[in-house]
């Protein structure tokens, strides 16, 4: 049976850059478990012969004629930012420390 | 006739066009009845008193003119807060979007406007869509009209509560894995998804991109049908969208309300019958397969055997589209920006953002797609599940070959008590096990009330699904129901919900609305 332990919780919610406190990782880590496990049940259902879905209706290449259309000014994309310097968004320093 | 919040759409369109009620004094009474209960039933995250009296008069000044937009012209809506809406708050039940305010509307948004329908405001909903029963909601919770201490049904409690409780005639909802048509189960109310791809998802807040679609929530099939027309139809904004003429759904839903089910061939799913659904949804459906009998329609029972693994791949894929597409979210460009102390980085402000601003179901839902997307897990979660998907396809495929249309009751059970499922993943998502497959094989499904569960007194679904792209059917056999229905029971369903306790100061005692139907 699949079983996620606190660790890989933990590491997973790095790699989703969601800071999870040690109460967090307490509460979240056995549902997450109880939800694999019941989700495990998918195993060895389809075989290889199976193709996968990714979208439910057959559309490939969807292609719209190369004319320019009116955008977002400047102002209204700027307009939900935390942070703006001369009209671009600021954000924190990019590297770390150890960069 | 005086034109009261009970009456469906349709009637006041047909009021408006008659000139026995203008689009303000609408909307003025509807938003007189938000001020009244919403208090209590808590449907409204946004009301935009100011924005839809203004649209409300352009209307009448049309209308003067002789001339309107659209068949709802003047007839009030409430939107869903998962569809950008210019100039209108936009959360999607989250704490990381508290405040924003789209630069831009949604296609179905940009739709309402230029039909001239007043938006009222904007409805509560389970965190980016993510739940059964509203509870998931960072503003807190919405009650069912019916019972005040029961869930609306999610994640599109919000929209199903604000129609059922006569706050709104029309509402948008978006439906990922049921959150139309599970909420309008609970809450004695219609709700439409319609073929993935028939409606834009254009603004609309991605949580799972394969599998969303908006659509109408409303109190009857006819004005779901008249939504419908307005909200459908190919965007070029969306690369998905279905580049194709639809047939008018009015029309179908106008048919199906002689009641006339003759050379109707209906599919009852054997999968989603039986052990574990409650008693009195079960009643209730066999209840209205036999007026559909009556009415002349050949009903068989259809096997989908894959259907019992729905639910498990639906809870691998979704998990792995939204923790993709979540990782917007990142305190760049618009919404929530934690920054903690000292000198930290973008990484560091990403990380206490998304903790401080996403939910625990949000939060389990982005772990576990993470999981089922890393390397060494892919094949065996992710991989599997999107085989599983094209095997209810194939089910569909081979049930719609003997019949027209499938059905099922909507949801397992009738609404549950608030806080009752809340900390138990796995019960939550229980209830969508009937809706799903629809949404992983992209064809659509409406809910329409069948009656009262005989425990609970409580509303009860009854799903009706239709191949992709023939939604019409779901028009002409849910209108057919409603009407051999409604027949039996003398009065609309909603009649029978107990009244809501007024907040005083209130003007909404002069309609009578309250008291005049019972």
């Given at each position: 049976?699949?079983?996620?332990?606190?660790?890989?919780?933990?590491?997973?919610?790095?790699?989703?850059?969601?800071?999870?406190?040690?109460?967090?990782?307490?509460?979240?880590?056995?549902?997450?478990?109880?939800?694999?496990?019941?989700?495990?049940?998918?195993?060895?259902?389809?075989?290889?012969?199976?193709?996968?879905?990714?979208?439910?209706?057959?559309?490939?290449?969807?292609?719209?004629?190369?004319?320019?259309?009116?955008?977002?000014?400047?102002?209204?994309?700027?307009?939900?930012?935390?942070?703006?310097?001369?009209?671009?968004?600021?954000?924190?320093?990019?590297?770390?420390?150890?960069? | 006739?005086?034109?009261?919040?009970?009456?469906?759409?349709?009637?006041?369109?047909?009021?408006?066009?008659?000139?026995?009620?203008?689009?303000?004094?609408?909307?003025?009474?509807?938003?007189?009845?938000?001020?009244?209960?919403?208090?209590?039933?808590?449907?409204?995250?946004?009301?935009?008193?100011?924005?839809?009296?203004?649209?409300?008069?352009?209307?009448?000044?049309?209308?003067?003119?002789?001339?309107?937009?659209?068949?709802?012209?003047?007839?009030?809506?409430?939107?869903?807060?998962?569809?950008?809406?210019?100039?209108?708050?936009?959360?999607?039940?989250?704490?990381?979007?508290?405040?924003?305010?789209?630069?831009?509307?949604?296609?179905?948004?940009?739709?309402?406007?230029?039909?001239?329908?007043?938006?009222?405001?904007?409805?509560?909903?389970?965190?980016?869509?993510?739940?059964?029963?509203?509870?998931?909601?960072?503003?807190?919770?919405?009650?069912?009209?019916?019972?005040?201490?029961?869930?609306?049904g999610?994640?599109?409690?919000?929209?199903a509560?604000?129609?059922a409780?006569?706050?709104?005639?029309?509402?948008?909802?978006?439906d990922?894995?049921g959150?139309i048509r599970q909420p309008g189960a609970v809450t004695g109310t219609v709700g439409v998804k319609?073929?993935?791809?028939?409606?834009?998802?254009?603004?609309?807040?991605?949580?799972?991109?394969?599998?969303?679609?908006?659509?109408?929530v409303t109190r009857t099939v006819?004005?779901s049908?008249?939504?419908?027309?307005?909200?459908?139809?190919?965007?070029?904004?969306?690369?998905?969208?279905?580049?194709?003429?639809?047939?008018?759904?009015?029309?179908?839903a106008?048919?199906g309300a002689?009641g006339?089910m003759?050379?109707v061939?209906i599919g009852v799913i054997?999968?989603l019958t039986g052990?574990?659904w409650q008693d009195g949804v079960m009643a209730r459906f066999q209840e209205s397969i036999d007026l559909l009998v009556k009415a002349?329609a050949?009903v068989?029972e259809v096997?989908?055997?894959?259907?019992?693994?729905?639910?498990?791949?639906?809870?691998?894929?979704?998990?792995?589209?939204?923790?993709?597409?979540?990782?917007?979210?990142?305190?760049?460009?618009?919404?929530?920006?934690?920054?903690?102390?000292?000198?930290?980085?973008?990484?560091?402000?990403?990380?206490?953002?998304?903790?401080?601003?996403?939910?625990?179901?949000?939060?389990?839902?982005?772990?576990?797609?993470?999981?089922?997307?890393?390397?060494?897990?892919?094949?065996?979660?992710?991989?599997?599940?999107?085989?599983?998907?094209?095997?209810?396809?194939?089910?569909?495929?081979?049930?719609?070959?003997?019949v027209d249309v499938l059905v099922s009751p909507t949801a397992p059970t009738t609404a549950?008590?608030?806080?009752?499922?809340?900390?138990?993943?796995?019960?939550?998502?229980?209830n969508d096990l009937a809706t799903?497959p629809a949404?992983?094989?992209?064809?659509p499904g409406i809910s329409v009330p069948s009656g009262l569960a005989d425990?609970?007194?409580l509303p009860a679904g009854f799903q009706i699904l239709a191949?992709?792209?023939?939604?019409?059917r779901l028009y002409r056999v849910g209108a057919a129901l409603e009407s051999l229905l409604t027949q039996e029971w003398?009065?609309p369903l909603l009649?029978?919900?107990?009244?809501?306790?007024?907040?005083?100061?209130?003007?909404?005692?002069?309609?009578?609305?309250?008291?005049?139907?019972?």
């Open positions: 049976m699949p079983e996620i332990t606190r660790d890989e919780v933990a590491h997973l919610a790095n790699l989703a850059r969601i800071d999870l406190d040690d109460a967090e990782l307490d509460h979240l880590a056995p549902q997450l478990s109880v939800i694999l496990e019941s989700v495990a049940s998918i195993n060895g259902v389809a075989g290889d012969d199976v193709p996968p879905t990714s979208h439910a209706l057959p559309l490939t290449n969807v292609f719209r004629d190369d004319v320019v259309t009116p955008g977002l000014t400047v102002e209204q994309a700027l307009s939900g930012a935390p942070e703006v310097d001369q009209q671009r968004f600021s954000v924190p320093r990019i590297l770390g420390d150890e960069q | 006739m005086t034109t009261t919040v009970r009456n469906t759409a349709a009637e006041m369109a047909q009021a408006l066009a008659d000139g026995t009620v203008t689009s303000v004094q609408l909307t003025e009474l509807h938003l007189e009845r938000i001020a009244a209960v919403d208090g209590a039933v808590h449907a409204f995250l946004h009301v935009d008193h100011e924005g839809a009296l203004a649209q409300a008069a352009a209307s009448d000044a049309r209308r003067a003119a002789g001339e309107t937009l659209s068949p709802l012209d003047g007839v009030p809506i409430a939107v869903k807060d998962v569809l950008t809406t210019e100039g209108l708050p936009t959360t999607c039940g989250s704490k990381i979007l508290e405040g924003w305010v789209p630069p831009y509307d949604a296609t179905v948004v940009a739709r309402l406007r230029a039909a001239g329908l007043p938006i009222l405001g904007k409805t509560n909903m389970d965190e980016f869509a993510m739940g059964s029963s509203t509870e998931h909601s960072a503003y807190g919770p919405t009650h069912n009209p019916w019972d005040l201490d029961r869930i609306p999610g994640s599109g409690g919000g929209s509560a604000a129609v409780a006569f706050e709104a005639p029309l509402a948008i909802g978006t990922t894995g959150s319609p073929t993935y791809g028939g409606v834009s998802r254009y603004g609309l807040v991605a949580l799972a991109n394969s599998l969303d679609q908006a659509g109408p006819l004005d049908a008249l939504l419908h027309d307005i909200i459908g139809g190919h965007d070029p904004r969306d690369s998905t969208s279905i580049d194709q003429p639809w047939p008018s759904f009015t029309d179908a106008r048919a002689t006339d003759t050379g061939k054997t999968e052990e574990g002349g050949e068989v096997s989908c055997p894959s259907f019992v693994h729905a639910l498990a791949a639906y809870y691998l894929i979704l998990p792995a589209e939204a923790s993709s597409n979540l990782a917007k979210f990142d305190a760049m460009r618009y919404g929530l920006r934690v920054v903690p102390e000292g000198d930290p980085s973008a990484e560091d402000v990403m990380r206490a953002t998304r903790d401080a601003g996403f939910g625990d179901e949000v939060k389990r839902r982005i772990i576990l797609g993470t999981y089922a997307l890393s390397s060494g897990y892919y094949d065996a979660y992710y991989g599997q599940a999107q085989k599983v998907r094209t095997l209810i396809s194939r089910d569909f495929e081979a049930a719609f070959e003997q549950f008590k608030l806080g009752e499922k809340l900390d138990d993943p796995i019960a939550m998502y229980l799903i949404n992983l094989a992209g064809v425990e609970d007194g191949p992709a792209l023939a939604d019409e003398g009065a009649d029978k919900a107990p009244a809501l306790a007024l907040r005083d100061g209130s003007s909404l005692a002069s309609t009578g609305t309250e008291s005049e139907t019972r």
